[in-house]
């Protein structure tokens, strides 16, 4: 199985952060039999988004993304995956609920807008709950590619990873599903 990895935001591209994510992901992967074939960082528009989607699934098996799935304005990662796979977004009852919790144990009781909004989801993944933190990650199915989104931030998208996606890689890869 071929994996590529995108990683998504303008603050990789303009050296405000170094991308981590690429190197533990790919390690992550190794260490189970998965080989990475292309690494992309791409910016923060629908776009370039689109264009690496399309340009990975069709060189690659499985599409691991990181980033743009926060609340700010420029984190437009889940609206271009409802439109990549031809969806909209829809509140998650379940994904707001825990928004709510985790706030609340913060001290903050009432969210504001865009926290609200990270419970939008596209409709058709299925949804990667974010123990540590408010973006919920994404599984998507399509023509037998594999699409996971996880938030950029790493110590989430590594829990998500060894939590949720990492154990059904390797029951499947053990089965022999892939």
Not at 97 to 105: A, C, D, L, N, Y
């Amino acid at each position: 199985m071929k994996v590529s990895i995108v990683t998504i935001g303008d603050e990789i591209l303009i050296g405000q952060i170094v991308d981590t994510n690429s190197a533990w992901i790919a390690q992550r992967l190794n260490e189970i039999g998965l080989q990475v074939h292309k690494i992309y960082s791409i910016p923060d528009t629908e776009v370039a988004i689109l264009r690496t989607l399309k340009r990975a699934a069709k060189l690659t098996d499985i599409i691991m993304m990181t980033g743009g799935l926060g609340p700010t304005n420029d984190d437009i990662t889940k609206k271009t995956l409802a439109t990549f796979f031809n969806d909209t977004l829809q509140r998650n009852t379940e994904v707001l609920s825990h928004i709510k919790t985790f706030f609340q144990k913060k001290g903050i009781k009432k969210l504001n807008k865009l926290n609200e909004q990270q419970a939008d989801l596209p409709s058709k993944c299925k949804v990667l709950l974010n123990p540590v933190g408010t973006a919920s990650g994404m599984w998507f199915n399509k023509d037998g590619k594999c699409f996971i989104s996880m938030p950029g931030v790493p110590h989430e998208m590594k829990t998500i990873m060894r939590s949720l996606v990492l154990p059904v890689f390797q029951s499947e890869f053990v089965a022999g599903f892939f």
